[in-house]
């Protein structure tokens, strides 16, 4: 019964337009695409105010797929935008 949205990602549309929502699933995410704190801004104008956003803003091992292991700058960006910490790098509440 609850209504979810998976969004594809292509060379042409990096970051789709995204629907408001009332919760955001973005794990396993921010540290596989390139200017990661770009994203997020996308996803922080979609959430609705007071909505979740559910992570992993931690900092990632170099490998591979990992083009953005240091996730600081979205860290950083969650703060200066006032989201409460719910669980620490994991779950945000927007103001």
Known sequence: GINTTFLDSSAETPIPILPNCDICFATE?????????RYFDHIHTALK?????????SDHKQEFMHVSPNLLAVRNRIQQLAYKELEAHRIYKKP
């Open 29 to 37: 995410f921010f540290e596989h695409v390139y200017d990661p704190a």
């Open 49 to 57: 105010q007071h909505g979740l956003l559910i992570t992993d803003v």
